[in-house]
Every structure is written in structure tokens, then in C-alpha cells.
T-cell receptor
């Protein structure tokens, strides 16, 4: 089945130690998103790629970076994780063709803990 | 700023009754609205949507109502089933910008 896969499911890192979260998709969608969700809060959009075009949200900290080497893969890099970065990180895709009425397909998320 | 709000963190209903989940938004640029359902340990999955040019969309037991003047939408589930127990996220979008509410945890009791 076509899907969005996030690895790992759980990630533990140390304060200040760089960490990379991975996302892959078999849907061949051109748009990929990274959301951060803290407990009982709304998923917060960090950035998205429209094909290779990177779009950063204005309030996304510089500590967060992303790479999309090809259509299928997207990575979230946290350069120096702080305790406040502990959260669920959700990757999503959409087949946006310029229309507004596109739904997102989500992965199962990576739960990041910072010790 | 929270552009999409779900003011009820939780809702409990009896099996067979109606569940009504509410959502408010502030940005009048939003022109497409969606509901997602999330089970534990899974990502959100799309449930139902509505365009801003409509006021109602129905899909089986699920109906979404949109009141543009009030910037309010609601999801009705009739009849509610225990398998509907999940967290429901409201989302609003304009092009690639999709914003979510904090979710409402629905519990349907047998």
C-alpha cells in the first residue's frame, strides 16, 4: 500500500546533540510537510517543500532544518535540541496541483524525547 | 496565534447517539475545511471535508456543516459507534497553508 513512513517511531536524544528524523513516501506526492505537535496542542507547521522549493514558517526556530534529496524522502534536522523540542513530529504529504482542496496524508509520527 | 480553535478537549457520548464536534476559525482567507481522525500510535487520517462555497457535506454517518458568517464548522456523527472513539482534528487551509485545531477526544461508550 502506498503510504508515508516515519522512522524511527521513538527517538531519544541528549540535550544539544543533533538529531535527524526521517520520512519517506510511496505516494509520489510533490508536497511534503513537517509538523510539530506537543501534548494536547494543535499540530504546528514547521515548513514544507513544494517539489524542491523550501517554505519555512516565519516562527520556526533556526534550530530546525530540513532536507529533501528527492521526491520520496524528507528529513528534519534539529541541530541542538532543547528540552522544549520534545514533541511528536509528524510528516505529511499532499498531491497539491495548485488547488486548495488537497488533503494531507500523514505518517505515524516520531516521538522525540530530549534528556 | 491560534487560527483554528477546538474549544472542547473532550466529549463523551453513548453509543447510538449523535456526536457533535465544534471548530471555530479566525482567518477569512481559509477556503477549505477538513476533519481528521487520529487513533493512538497512528498519524491523523482524513475523514471528511467541505469547501467554503458549501454549507453541508455528508458522507455516510458523518456530516460537516459550515457557517461562514460565524466562522464555525461542526462535525456530526450519527449514530456514534465505539470505533469512533479517537481524537478529531479540525483543519482549515488556503493553498499549501493548512492549520489545525488542538483536537477533541471523543469517547463513545457502549
Amino acid at each position: 500500500d502506498a503510504m508515508v513512513i516515519q522512522n524511527p517511531r521513538y527517538q531519544v536524544t541528549q540535550f544539544g546533540k543533533p538529531v535527524t528524523l526521517s520520512c519517506s513516501q510511496t505516494l509520489n506526492h510533490n508536497v511534503m510537510y513537517w509538523y510539530q505537535q506537543k501534548s494536547s496542542q494543535a499540530p504546528k507547521l514547521l515548513f514544507h517543500y513544494y517539489d524542491k522549493d523550501f517554505n519555512n514558517e516565519a516562527d520556526t526556530p533556526d534550530n530546525f532544518q530540513s532536507r529533501r534529496p528527492n521526491t520520496s524522502f524528507c528529513f528534519l534536522d534539529i541541530r541542538s535540541p532543547g528540552l522544549g523540542d520534545a514533541a511528536m513530529y509528524l510528516c505529511a504529504t499532499s498531491s497539491n496541483q495548485g488547488a486548495t482542496n488537497e488533503k494531507l496524508f500523514f505518517g505515524s509520527g516520531t516521538q522525540l524525547s530530549v534528556l | 496565534d491560534q487560527q483554528v480553535k477546538q474549544n472542547s478537549p473532550s466529549l463523551s457520548v453513548q453509543e447510538g447517539r449523535i456526536s457533535i464536534l465544534n471548530c471555530d476559525y479566525t482567518n477569512s482567507m481559509f477556503d477549505y475545511f477538513l476533519w481528521y481522525k487520529k487513533y493512538p500510535a497512528e498519524g491523523p487520517t482524513f475523514l471528511i471535508s467541505i469547501s467554503s462555497i458549501k454549507d453541508k457535506n455528508e458522507d455516510g454517518r458523518f456530516t460537516v456543516f459550515l457557517n461562514k458568517s460565524a466562522k464555525h464548522l461542526s462535525l456530526h456523527i450519527v449514530p456514534s459507534q465505539p470505533g469512533d472513539s479517537a481524537v478529531y482534528f479540525c483543519a482549515a487551509t488556503h493553498f499549501n497553508d493548512m492549520r489545525f485545531g488542538a483536537g477533541t477526544r471523543l469517547t463513545v461508550k457502549p
